[in-house]
């Protein structure tokens, strides 16, 4: 058998590479006696060795091998190679990480035993310099109680003891010149002397013992033997279990209080505070770093007892920052907002823009028609009733390539406050006057608003070519609103137009370039936007959406803004064509999406730096506006009576207003707001731009009022609630039918008007009986005459004391129609018998007419 083994064979022997992983099974035990096999594989990393070199695991097996007896050799052999470095199976099973980690504790641990045993060689030469010192101490005390003890003349005796130690001092100078003594500490002071380190060799540290795990009745750990850890899989030395990270923090925090307890106690810090109007105790304690109860009782001192969530003026909050030694910063709610007006910019900053030119003047003046010959559209074909009803923004390229921003401005009466807003944010108006019609109170109201903006105006004398067209007399008209023009030796420009024939267009864009050359428009585009809201509405797919034009700075996509009382972000910017665009430049109309809420017309948009910032404005406006709104006037006993008095005679017509835009919402409301009388008067409920919505619908049934949409329709929604509930809704798309319905409606609600004519007066001579309860009264006719069936007053020294009428009047015993004025009469009064000589009768006549308001 053992020649079958010795055989050699042809064949070779397979080729393989060594398992790396070794497999294992744990048995994990639990409560209830359940139990769980795991298989648990531990990866061990391959080490190739270079060719021709032994492999590390055979030189690991013959360094561990034990050795031979020692023999003496013949001759001395020849230095073996170098060994492959010694790759443990600790390290092979370690990564990088867990290597750095391990490096980083030992490193820590050493430190820390390193410091304690600085710590502990210090007490000790304290502990040794003390002793030495007390013993110096008593050694003085007995040498002079012993000189105190013994006569004068054993002096030369006491030398000898003195000679023993000088005697004895050469035998100790080697000793100290092998070893140093450590210098004398000083004994006036309890603090050590500072430490001196000297570079020496750290003496070997024995290793710590660590104790022995509890055998048990078997004489192993069965416990411990049990469990595989990751410790004990990783390390071969089912080692020792170093220092853990929290171990290694608290001692270092430790080390870090012992030094600062050390160096006594820490200065005070003198804080910033910033105080507002009005600050709660426990925010004032925050923001000053100091404890709630230390304010508390400093409050108390002051004699003013607070709780921490109690309010405290802005004076007491600046005695408490300056007792506890801080120092106060005062700022108020109105720092809080933004204020354009410190905010200038540099002249080398500035750079030219387009001019923002508004068209005004009176309604079907030809205002649309103009703008739309210059800009080559037809935006008037699509007004609804022919009359502009919203504020329009375009921009238009002239020949020359330069550009001009355009606003137009509605010339109905209703739309006083857009064309106060166009005549606030523009630079140049230009006054379109109907050569055919003269200037009307529209017109004039222009010329009043571009007067009080301060803005050049250009008069544009349109329709030249209808017949009876005469623009003298509109140049003679103006002279009565002190615009001269140039002809008559002013310096108002005006230019003869026609906006259906196109005549005359070029000389109106010359004199809009004169003008803004004379003015020097200029902006700084590089900086944060800001600018007007020329128009707002609330769009169905898009959202709340603004037409904003820009001021200065450049408005780009991504941009924060705070606009009256909403922020938000820029989602899009849309030009006048319908495109959309990345940024607006100044004086460029823009539509911008990514509003919170529709704005107020004619707010300010702003550009802020972030988020918080926008959020905190846009809330302290809101809050303005609310105290605004809910403040209350004083209140007097007379305005008591008078607002009760109001109540009571004043017919309320409530309402509520949906429209397109915030433009033509606002101008409704003040155009009803006019209609209201002594007698009736137009409450609104709510008012928005949007479309009508389910809370309108639920508002107006509550409350019984109509619902009026301007240019917008409820949804479906909106429309189920509406029939279930019976509201009524009032859709409108000119302005002046709206207002002429809402008229009649207030008129209905009135009533028609009661209208008395005084036919006659009589006074009564005598009363007689008139069957079994009534009464007949005797009359004299004094004026008039009075008629059977009429209204009468019966009057008893000038006070009314029944309102009736005659049911029967006779002369004698002939029942007659009427009696007049000289004669005498019976008479019969319903309702009444209350009838006494001397009253007087007044007979009249009432007549009820249709109400108008």
Not at 162 to 185: H, L
Not at 562 to 576: K, M, P, T, Y
Request: glycine fraction near 6%.
């Amino acid at each position: 058998m053992s020649d079958e083994q010795d055989k050699p064979t042809l064949t070779r022997k397979p080729l393989g590479l060594k398992r790396t992983v070794e497999a294992g099974q744990v048995q994990q035990q639990f409560s209830h006696g359940r139990r769980n096999t795991v298989v648990v594989e531990v990866k061990r990393r391959r080490v190739l060795g270079r060719p021709g070199e032994a492999a590390p695991v055979e030189a690991e097996e013959v360094e561990a091998a034990p050795a031979p007896a020692p023999t003496p050799a013949p001759a001395p052999a020849p230095a073996p190679k170098p060994a492959a470095p010694r790759v443990s199976e600790n390290d092979s099973l370690m990564s990088r990480q867990e290597r750095q980690a391990q490096l980083l504790r030992e490193a820590e641990e050493a430190r820390m035993n390193a410091l304690e045993d600085n710590r502990r060689r210090d007490e000790a030469a304290r502990a040794r310099a003390a002793e030495e010192e007390k013993a110096r101490a008593e050694a003085k005390v007995e040498q002079a109680t012993a000189k105190a003890a013994e006569p004068a003349p054993a002096a030369p005796a006491a030398e000898a003891p003195a000679a023993a130690p000088a005697a004895e001092a050469p035998v100790a100078a080697p000793q100290s010149e092998a070893a140093p003594t450590p210098a004398p500490r000083s004994t006036t002071s309890a603090a050590p002397a500072p430490r001196r380190f000297t570079p020496v060799a750290a003496p070997p540290r024995p290793e710590p013992k660590r104790p022995e795990p509890k055998a048990t009745r078997g004489g192993d750990s069965r416990r411990q033997s049990g469990k595989l850890t990751v410790t004990r899989a990783l390390n071969e030395d089912e080692g020792a279990r170093a220092r853990s990270l929290a171990a290694l923090k608290r001692a270092r925090e430790k080390e870090k209080r012992s030094h600062t307890a050390s160096s006594g106690p820490r200065e005070k810090q003198v804080r910033e505070v910033t105080v507002p109007e009005s600050i709660t105790v426990q925010d004032l304690a925050n923001r000053m770093a100091e404890k709630t109860n230390d304010l508390i009782k400093a409050l108390f001192k002051m004699g003013v007892p607070s709780a921490s969530t109690d309010t405290i003026d802005q004076d007491t909050a600046e005695l408490l920052v300056a007792e506890f030694g801080h120092e106060i910063i005062r700022v108020s709610e109105g720092d809080i907002d933004i204020r354009h007006d410190e905010d200038v910019d540099d002249a080398e900053h500035l750079k030219p823009r387009a001019p923002v030119v508004t068209i005004m003047g009176h309604v079907d003046h030809g205002k649309t028609s103009l703008l739309d010959a210059l800009r080559g559209a037809n935006v008037q074909a699509g007004e609804a009733g022919g009359i502009t009803q919203h504020i329009g923004a375009y921009q238009v390229k002239t020949p020359d390539g330069s550009l001009v921003t355009f606003l137009d401005t509605p010339g109905h009466e209703a739309f006083t406050e857009m064309r106060q807003r166009g005549a606030n944010v523009t630079d140049i108006v230009i006054l379109v006057v109907a050569a055919d019609d003269g200037l009307k109170p529209q017109s004039i109201e222009a010329i009043n608003h571009a007067k009080a903006a301060n803005v050049p105006i250009i008069v544009a004398i349109n329709k030249v070519d209808k017949e009876g067209a005469n623009p003298q007399r509109v140049r003679e008209r103006l002279l009565e609103h002190e615009l001269v023009v140039e002809e008559m030796g002013g310096d108002v420009q005006n230019v003869e137009v026609s906006a259906l024939k196109k005549t005359g267009l070029d000389k109106l864009l010359d004199a809009i370039a004169v003008q803004a050359e004379i003015m020097e428009l200029k902006a700084n585009p590089d900086r944060a936007a800001e600018g007007t809201v020329v128009e707002a509405k609330l769009d169905k797919g898009r959202g709340p959406v603004a037409t904003i034009l820009v001021r200065r700075g450049t408005l780009k996509v991504g941009d924060i803004f705070v606009c009256g009382a909403e922020s938000g972000r820029v989602r899009a910017l849309i030009d006048d064509q319908g495109k959309q665009i990345k940024s607006a430049t100044p004086s460029m109309p823009v539509e911008v999406l990514g509003l919170g809420g529709v704005p107020m017309a004619g707010d300010t948009l702003t550009v802020v730096e972030n988020e918080a910032r926008a959020r905190e404005v846009a809330t302290y406006r809101q809050e303005q506006a609310t105290r605004k709104r809910t403040v209350q006037a004083p209140v007097s006993l007379e305005g008591m009576f008078e607002a009760l008095a109001d109540k009571a005679n004043v017919i309320q017509f409530p309402v509520i207003i949906k429209g397109d835009v915030q433009g033509s919402v606002e101008a409704i409301v003040n155009a009803l707001n006019k209609l209201s009388t002594d007698e009736i008067r137009v409450r609104v409920l709510q008012s928005g731009a949007g479309a009508i919505t389910e809370s309108d619908v639920t508002l107006a049934a509550a409350t019984k009022a109509p619902i009026i949409g301007f240019n917008v329709r409820p949804n479906a929604k909106a429309r189920d609630i509406a029939k279930r509930e019976k509201v009524r809704f009032m859709y409108h798309d000119v302005i002046y039918h709206l207002t002429d319905e809402i008229r009649k409606e207030m008129a209905g609600e009135l009533g028609p008007e009661r209208i008395e004519t005084v036919v006659g007066r009589a006074e009564v001579k005598d009363v007689f009986p008139a069957g079994k309860r009534d009464k007949a009264a005797g009359l004299l006719v004094l004026e008039g005459s009075i008629r059977k069936g009429l209204h009468a007053r019966l009057t008893r020294d000038d006070v009314i004391v029944s309102a009736t009428t005659i049911s029967s009047l006779r002369r004698f015993k002939d029942d007659v129609a009427e009696v007049r004025a000289g004669l005498e009469c019976g008479v019969v009064l319903a309702d009444t018998n209350d009838i006494k000589a001397g009253d007087h009768l007044e007979v009249f006549e009432v007549e009820l007419r249709e109400r108008t308001l």
